[in-house]
Each structure stands twice: as structure tokens, then as C-alpha cells.
């Protein structure tokens, strides 16, 4: 996965895989599932460099880390729910452009079923304003959707590192991209914990 959530994206697409967007600011450019860019371009989004580290729990507290939380749930319920990105979860904590990201990849993934929120585990926050915060931490790329045949992971496990762009917007924190490639801040992900929660 490239860039999963917001300005330029990281979308989660077939065999349990998060795909990613390039992050030209416009437009953005999706990554296919074997993980090459439908453009030769890819830069994720600048940013003011990194804040200092909170706890993990004060982290967790921030308003935009929580409403990344609720977008992962979202997002593996979409997948979860045949392929239906209208559902409350996803538009609630989602830009309107990341909406329609949503709509046009999680048809790649039906068949798929997530156990529980998609895991992101949030290391620091890099741009931190009051118009927008890009949360550093680590991601499970690959190898937490499930065959529901077998109920295992399609895929081995890969986690990487990513940076979650959220943007407030009429005082609502909303996920505008996830990136995972050519980061300005990175986290690593050996000593970041990653939690897997289940529904």
C-alpha cells in the first residue's frame, strides 16, 4: 500500500492488501493491488515535521487520531458489508473526496472479511494545526483481511510505515489519505505497538 486515506490515498483493495494513492495534491492517483502506480509520480504530503512524541494514550485522545480510528472501522465494515461504503462509519470520518475513494475500491476486496478495525498504530503526529494533523505511526498492509472459507489471512503479514492525513473541516476531523511511500516522517514500525481489535 502506498497511500491509503485522504489528500493522495491508501485504499484497502482485493486479497486483504491496502492499495495506496500517489500524493500529488490533485488529482490522486491510485496504486493497483499488485502495488504499482498507474502514475510515475508518487510523493507524499509535506509536512511541518514531527511534534513532540505524547504517550501513546494522549495520542489516542487527540480528536483526529480518533476519528482515523473510526474511518478504519469504517472501512473493514464496508468491506465486511459486501462491498457498501454507505454506511455511517465511513462518511462520518471521511472527506467527501475519500468517500469516493472508498466507493470505487472496496468492491475490490468483497469477499474478504476484516475481524475488526483496520490496524494502525499511531507513533506521533507530524503536522499538527489546527486545519490539519498527519498522524505517524505503522500500518498492517497485508495479512489482516480474511478468506471467511478459512477464516486466515489471505496474505502474509506486512506492516509498514505510514503517515494518516486528517483535515478539519467545519470543526469535524475527517481522514483525507493514508500514505506509505517517499514519507517526510517516518515511524518504526519494530517499536510501535500495532493493536488488532475484533469486533
Same mark, same amino acid.
Given at each position: 500500500?502506498?497511500?491509503?486515506?485522504?489528500?493522495?490515498?491508501?485504499?484497502?483493495?482485493?486479497?486483504?492488501?491496502?492499495?495506496?494513492?500517489?500524493?500529488?495534491?490533485?488529482?490522486?492517483?491510485?496504486?493497483?493491488?499488485?502495488?504499482?502506480?498507474?502514475?510515475?509520480?508518487?510523493?507524499?504530503?509535506?509536512?511541518?515535521?514531527?511534534?513532540?512524541?505524547?504517550?501513546?494514550?494522549?495520542?489516542?485522545?487527540?480528536?483526529?487520531?480518533?476519528?482515523?480510528?473510526?474511518? *478504519?472501522? !469504517? %472501512? $473493514? +465494515?464496508?468491506?465486511?458489508? =459486501?462491498?457498501?461504503? @454507505?454506511?455511517?462509519? /465511513?462518511?462520518?470520518?471521511?472527506?467527501?473526496?475519500?468517500?469516493?475513494?472508498?466507493?470505487?475500491?472496496?468492491?475490490?476486496?468483497?469477499?474478504?472479511?476484516?475481524?475488526?478495525?483496520?490496524?494502525?498504530?499511531?507513533?506521533?503526529?507530524?503536522?499538527?494545526?489546527?486545519?490539519?494533523?498527519?498522524?505517524?505511526?505503522?500500518?498492517? *498492509?497485508? !495479512? %489482516? $483481511? +480474511?478468506?471467511?472459507?478459512? =477464516?486466515?489471512?489471505? @496474505?502474509?503479514?506486512? /506492516?509498514?510505515?505510514?503517515?494518516?492525513?486528517?483535515?478539519?473541516?467545519?470543526?469535524?476531523?475527517?481522514?483525507?489519505?493514508?500514505?506509505?511511500?517517499?514519507?517526510?516522517?517516518?515511524?518504526?514500525?519494530?517499536?510501535?505497538?500495532?493493536?488488532?481489535?475484533?469486533?
Amino acid at each position: 500500500m502506498r497511500g491509503w486515506l485522504g489528500r493522495g490515498c491508501v485504499l484497502l483493495l482485493a486479497a486483504g492488501a491496502l492499495a495506496a494513492c500517489t500524493a500529488e495534491p490533485e488529482p490522486v492517483t491510485p496504486i493497483t493491488p499488485g502495488g504499482s502506480s498507474s502514475s510515475s509520480s508518487s510523493a507524499a504530503p509535506e509536512t511541518s515535521g514531527p511534534s513532540e512524541t505524547a504517550t501513546a494514550s494522549a495520542l489516542e485522545d487527540d480528536p483526529a487520531v480518533q476519528a482515523l480510528r473510526g474511518y *478504519l472501522a !469504517g %472501512y $473493514a +465494515e464496508a468491506v465486511n458489508n =459486501g462491498g457498501n461504503p @454507505d454506511i455511517p462509519q /465511513v462518511e462520518e470520518h471521511a472527506t467527501p473526496e475519500q468517500v469516493e475513494r472508498v466507493r470505487g475500491n472496496v468492491q475490490d476486496e468483497i469477499g474478504l472479511e476484516y475481524p475488526g478495525p483496520v490496524p494502525f498504530g499511531v507513533d506521533s503526529l507530524a503536522t499538527d494545526t489546527e486545519a490539519r494533523k498527519d498522524v505517524v505511526g505503522c500500518l498492517v *498492509l497485508r !495479512g %489482516y $483481511a +480474511e478468506d471467511p472459507a478459512t =477464516g486466515a489471512p489471505r @496474505d502474509q503479514r506486512e /506492516v509498514v510505515p505510514a503517515v494518516a492525513v486528517m483535515e478539519n473541516r467545519d470543526g469535524t476531523w475527517l481522514a483525507n489519505g493514508i500514505y506509505t511511500e517517499n514519507l517526510p516522517a517516518t515511524a518504526d514500525c519494530a517499536s510501535v505497538e500495532i493493536e488488532e481489535g475484533t469486533w
